[in-house]
């Protein structure tokens, strides 16, 4: 086979040694046809150029597409496992367990386990692969610096290191992320006052608050004569210099330190004023708006069920037994109290003994624990049914009886003693219940019988009204708290016989106690809804309630000591807020804050905390 080209005279040869003649183009004909080819190559090229580009371009839109919702999947990620180490601490648990190996983590043979395992979650088409690392120093018990939100108060800090790793639908990994970050826990008790709904200080006579003071809801401040506050002050919601329940304003002083000395908050104030950061900005960080809420207890937690965090951790739970009619149960106690353990069940031998007046004598009908129904509470406009407890009789009797079984007075495996009292019956769950416990002989709060070890710290819990009678805590003072429903002062001279106002006179009273209890809402809603409508919820001068007339001259002193915590309304104590009779009328209030819980050694057992994540660092490694 061959070819064979005659450009003189136009003959073209082809195989097999036969020709045809054909008829080729000009000489400027052939020069057109070449350059429509090339032109048409160049035109090719610079298509399938384009079409490379494109592709390339695609390519790499997708590539940035699938690393940015990478990146955005290995951030949910360490968002997800940060919040999972503070809800671990808000239960009151400590995250535990190992982490991987940082070399190839997470693969198999390397997961680690429990809180700092390697963990998946998807978010459509990619996942986030998370794992936790511990400092190996944790915790650091910190006073938190100046100018940071909740300011000098102590805290346990424990810091963490969470790695994320995004991972596509092709098992490329799309992006690595790490944030460094602080858990801190800062215990309420810390607070001269914390409020989780609206707080409201409007005092009639001088009153100074030597200690912090919180509220996740509005703030509220106006006083008769001169309101002090000398610690940092923070809100969640608004702060109004005025009063909630009207639109009413005293101008007299508001002084809160700076931090090193009053200044006056708006002093003229004809009505009700919504104050800005603008307005606050000459106390220096002292005064803050808006702040994070912070999560803290349920007031559920305080129910006497297994799983409810004071419940299983109680060292003594006692339980006052009544049948559908509100009457005692005799059937394993004659006095209707019952000791229980964390399953919620009879310790038959220590309900027993504890019942026995010759073995736990005490001022309660010769026992250290009894019932009564002998208290008429205005508030709520009925007697009501009480767990009658005789404190020093109680430790007594805990301590020769065992009641605790291997456990002893001087036990701090939660920072002392924790002992539940409860009511179990019929009304319980009532918004009014009208059932009650009460505390007395509680001056010195300790065993006085031979051998008995001293006690470092004691707390009482109730899911209902607590009422203490007398003076509390006022010799040789020790870390005690009250978490109740509601708190409720019975002064040294009460008597349930007196039912009369006439007959309802009180002497001077000391408590020194960190309460957590409910608070009555103003206007019936928290926040601007329940602003100029209904009635008045007392405010925190009236946090404690009084049953006598307390100024009745000469004018009696109630002597307090403490931190005011208020999470909720009350659950159980429906009655409304009214001064003067039948209810009571007020003592004069010699009350500050127990500068001792500065130092989280002094706190009262089990005291509760809230919890807040404070970021150090956030960084990315580049996948190559």
């Given at each position: 086979m061959y070819y064979r080209f005659r450009t003189n005279n136009g003959i073209l040869n082809m195989n097999q040694g036969q020709s045809k003649q054909v008829q080729l183009p000009s000489r400027n004909e052939g020069f057109a046809l070449i350059t429509v080819l090339f032109l048409t190559v160049v035109l090719l090229a610079m298509v399938g150029s384009m079409t490379s580009l494109t592709r390339s371009e695609l390519g790499a839109t997708v590539s940035s597409r699938d690393s940015v919702k990478g990146f955005y999947a290995a951030e949910a990620g360490?968002?997800?496992?940060?919040?999972?180490?503070?809800?671990?601490?808000?239960g009151y648990n400590r995250p535990d367990g190992t982490s991987p190996n940082e070399t190839n983590a997470c693969t198999t043979g390397n997961m680690g386990s429990d809180d700092f395992a390697c963990q998946e979650v998807s978010f459509g088409k990619h996942k986030a692969i998370t794992y936790v690392v511990e400092e190996p120093d944790n915790p650091l018990i910190l006073t938190i610096p100046p100018g940071e939100r909740y300011q000098n108060l102590n805290a346990q800090e424990y810091r963490y290191t969470v790695t994320s790793k995004a991972v596509g639908i092709d098992g490329q990994v799309e992006?690595?992320?790490?944030?460094?970050?602080?858990?801190?826990?800062?215990?309420?008790f810390q607070f001269a006052a914390f409020y989780n709904k609206d707080l409201e200080i409007l005092p009639g006579p001088y009153m100074n608050l030597a200690g912090p003071v919180h509220t996740n809801g509005d703030l509220y401040l106006d006083s008769g004569n001169t309101l002090e506050i000398e610690g940092q002050v923070t809100t969640a919601g608004d702060l109004y210099r005025g009063r909630k329940n009207d639109s009413s304003c005293k101008s007299n002083n508001i002084d809160i330190l700076d931090p090193s000395s009053f200044l006056t908050l708006l002093g003229s104030c004809p009505t009700r004023t919504k104050l800005t950061e603008t307005a606050l900005a000459p106390w220096n960080s002292m005064i803050q708006i808006d702040v994070p809420v912070v999560?803290?207890?349920?007031?559920?937690d305080l129910n006497p069920e297994p799983g409810k965090i004071y419940w299983d951790k109680a060292d003594m739970r006692l339980v006052l037994h009544l049948n559908s009619s509100n009457n005692i149960v005799t059937s394993s106690s004659a006095v209707g109290v019952e000791v229980?353990?964390?399953?919620?069940?009879?310790m038959n031998s220590e309900t027993n003994a504890l019942e026995d007046a010759g073995d736990c004598p005490g001022s309660i009908s010769g026992r250290a624990v009894g019932y009564s129904n002998s208290f008429y509470n205005n508030r709520e406009g009925n007697n009501i049914h009480m767990l009658d407890v005789d404190v020093q009789a109680l430790l007594n009797c805990m301590h020769e009886e065992s009641l605790m079984g291997a456990r002893a007075l001087d036990d701090d495996t939660e920072g002392g003693l924790v002992i539940h009292l409860s009511v179990d019956g019929p009304d319980a769950a009532e918004a009014q219940s009208l059932y009650g416990v009460r505390v007395r002989n509680g001056a010195e709060l300790q065993a006085n019988v031979s051998g008995a070890p001293s006690i470092r710290g004691i707390t009482f819990v109730s899911d209902q009204a607590f009422y203490s009678m007398g003076n509390y805590n006022s010799i040789n003072k020790i870390p005690s708290a009250f978490l109740a429903d509601s708190y409720n002062a019975l002064s040294n001279s009460w008597n349930d016989a007196n039912t009369s106002w006439s007959?309802?006179?009180?002497?001077?009273?000391?408590?020194?106690?960190?309460?957590?209890?409910?608070?009555?809402?103003?206007?019936?809603?928290?926040?601007?809804?329940?602003?100029?409508?209904?009635?008045?919820?007392g405010g925190l001068e009236n946090y404690p309630r009084f049953h006598e007339q307390w100024s009745k001259s000469p004018k009696k002193t109630f002597y307090y000591t403490g931190s005011f915590v208020s999470l909720n309304?009350?659950?159980?104590a429906s009655g409304a807020w009214h001064y003067g009779s039948p209810q009571y009328t007020a003592p004069n209030r010699t009350w500050g804050y127990d500068t001792d819980f500065n130092n989280a050694e002094n706190l009262p057992p089990i005291t509760p905390r809230f919890v807040y994540l404070r970021q150090q660092l956030f960084s990315r490694d580049f996948v190559q």
């Amino acid at each position: 086979m061959y070819y064979r080209f005659r450009t003189n005279n136009g003959i073209l040869n082809m195989n097999q040694g036969q020709s045809k003649q054909v008829q080729l183009p000009s000489r400027n004909e052939g020069f057109a046809l070449i350059t429509v080819l090339f032109l048409t190559v160049v035109l090719l090229a610079m298509v399938g150029s384009m079409t490379s580009l494109t592709r390339s371009e695609l390519g790499a839109t997708v590539s940035s597409r699938d690393s940015v919702k990478g990146f955005y999947a290995a951030e949910a990620g360490l968002n997800l496992r940060a919040e999972e180490v503070r809800q671990t601490f808000i239960g009151y648990n400590r995250p535990d367990g190992t982490s991987p190996n940082e070399t190839n983590a997470c693969t198999t043979g390397n997961m680690g386990s429990d809180d700092f395992a390697c963990q998946e979650v998807s978010f459509g088409k990619h996942k986030a692969i998370t794992y936790v690392v511990e400092e190996p120093d944790n915790p650091l018990i910190l006073t938190i610096p100046p100018g940071e939100r909740y300011q000098n108060l102590n805290a346990q800090e424990y810091r963490y290191t969470v790695t994320s790793k995004a991972v596509g639908i092709d098992g490329q990994v799309e992006a690595i992320l790490e944030l460094k970050f602080k858990s801190r826990l800062v215990p309420l008790f810390q607070f001269a006052a914390f409020y989780n709904k609206d707080l409201e200080i409007l005092p009639g006579p001088y009153m100074n608050l030597a200690g912090p003071v919180h509220t996740n809801g509005d703030l509220y401040l106006d006083s008769g004569n001169t309101l002090e506050i000398e610690g940092q002050v923070t809100t969640a919601g608004d702060l109004y210099r005025g009063r909630k329940n009207d639109s009413s304003c005293k101008s007299n002083n508001i002084d809160i330190l700076d931090p090193s000395s009053f200044l006056t908050l708006l002093g003229s104030c004809p009505t009700r004023t919504k104050l800005t950061e603008t307005a606050l900005a000459p106390w220096n960080s002292m005064i803050q708006i808006d702040v994070p809420v912070v999560t803290v207890p349920e007031p559920e937690d305080l129910n006497p069920e297994p799983g409810k965090i004071y419940w299983d951790k109680a060292d003594m739970r006692l339980v006052l037994h009544l049948n559908s009619s509100n009457n005692i149960v005799t059937s394993s106690s004659a006095v209707g109290v019952e000791v229980r353990d964390a399953n919620n069940l009879v310790m038959n031998s220590e309900t027993n003994a504890l019942e026995d007046a010759g073995d736990c004598p005490g001022s309660i009908s010769g026992r250290a624990v009894g019932y009564s129904n002998s208290f008429y509470n205005n508030r709520e406009g009925n007697n009501i049914h009480m767990l009658d407890v005789d404190v020093q009789a109680l430790l007594n009797c805990m301590h020769e009886e065992s009641l605790m079984g291997a456990r002893a007075l001087d036990d701090d495996t939660e920072g002392g003693l924790v002992i539940h009292l409860s009511v179990d019956g019929p009304d319980a769950a009532e918004a009014q219940s009208l059932y009650g416990v009460r505390v007395r002989n509680g001056a010195e709060l300790q065993a006085n019988v031979s051998g008995a070890p001293s006690i470092r710290g004691i707390t009482f819990v109730s899911d209902q009204a607590f009422y203490s009678m007398g003076n509390y805590n006022s010799i040789n003072k020790i870390p005690s708290a009250f978490l109740a429903d509601s708190y409720n002062a019975l002064s040294n001279s009460w008597n349930d016989a007196n039912t009369s106002w006439s007959s309802r006179v009180p002497s001077d009273t000391t408590v020194n106690a960190a309460i957590l209890a409910g608070t009555d809402v103003t206007g019936g809603a928290e926040g601007a809804g329940g602003q100029s409508s209904g009635n008045y919820n007392g405010g925190l001068e009236n946090y404690p309630r009084f049953h006598e007339q307390w100024s009745k001259s000469p004018k009696k002193t109630f002597y307090y000591t403490g931190s005011f915590v208020s999470l909720n309304a009350p659950q159980h104590a429906s009655g409304a807020w009214h001064y003067g009779s039948p209810q009571y009328t007020a003592p004069n209030r010699t009350w500050g804050y127990d500068t001792d819980f500065n130092n989280a050694e002094n706190l009262p057992p089990i005291t509760p905390r809230f919890v807040y994540l404070r970021q150090q660092l956030f960084s990315r490694d580049f996948v190559q």
